[in-house]
């Protein structure tokens, strides 16, 4: 039933820890990304991939490593994590098949909240 | 690079007080404005695409309309229930290097609504 299924919901941590936060969507989309929402609620795009193809690729620590085994399935490994990484990391897919001319909005999880100790 | 500035940060209303919420944004190439719905603990919800200057969209108490710099989200006779967050964010189709273009979101507005 659900759209885009993220896992695990939280994650509490150690810093210095790895990580990884897996997310699905069964809407049939093409392309999937990841933000990152920090405490004052800014959304921040991170990568996104379009068939497995990574295409867009912000600012972002080398710590922070996505995977995309499928269309289906976007994952974010994240390894030695920081203080500063924890925030709320949504996951979301849109449909983009004419190469970004369409204009499909993008669908969320409910996003996984990450606390670093 | 692209700006997205909501305001206010806040608004409290009473049930049936007619409001607006405003979206400003700066943006070298504008290839639709969305509007979402954020309720605590979970994820962004798809309200409304608009893609040129004069259009507008509804939704029950809601309605979207944008202009060259801006946009409203206009909310008449709120009720409690559409208390949330609700952001705003513009599709660049020339930014992040590829003709995906992305989002950039403002930092939201937070509506609260009294019975």
């Known amino acids: 039933d659900t759209a885009v299924s993220q896992t695990p919901k939280y994650l509490v941590t150690q810093m210095g820890n790895d990580k990884s936060i897996k997310c699905e969507q069964n809407l049939g989309h093409d392309t999937m990304y990841w933000y990152k929402q920090d405490s004052k609620k800014f959304l921040k795009i991170m990568f996104s991939y379009n068939n497995k193809e990574l295409i867009i690729n912000e600012t972002v620590p080398n710590r922070f490593s996505p995977k995309s085994p499928d269309k289906a399935h976007l994952n974010l490994h994240i390894n030695s994590l920081e203080l500063g990484d924890s925030a709320v990391y949504f996951c979301a897919s849109s449909q983009d098949t004419t190469g970004g001319r369409s204009n499909q909005p993008q669908h969320f999880g409910d996003g996984t909240r990450l606390s670093i100790l | 690079e692209d700006q997205v500035t909501q305001s206010p940060e806040a608004l409290r209303l009473q049930e049936g007080e007619s409001s607006s919420l405003n979206c400003s944004y700066t943006v070298s190439g504008l290839r639709g404005l969305f509007w979402y719905r954020q309720d605590p603990g979970k994820g962004p919800e798809f309200l409304f695409t608009?893609?040129?200057a004069g259009e507008e969209k509804e939704k029950e108490r809601l309605k979207a309309t944008l202009t060259k710099k801006e946009s409203f989200l206009h909310i008449t006779a709120p009720k409690p229930e559409d208390s949330a967050t609700y952001l705003c964010a513009v599709r660049n189709p020339n930014a992040g290097g590829t003709s995906y273009g992305k989002l950039t979101f403002g930092q939201g507005t937070i509506l609260t609504v009294h019975p």
């Open positions: 608009l893609y040129s």
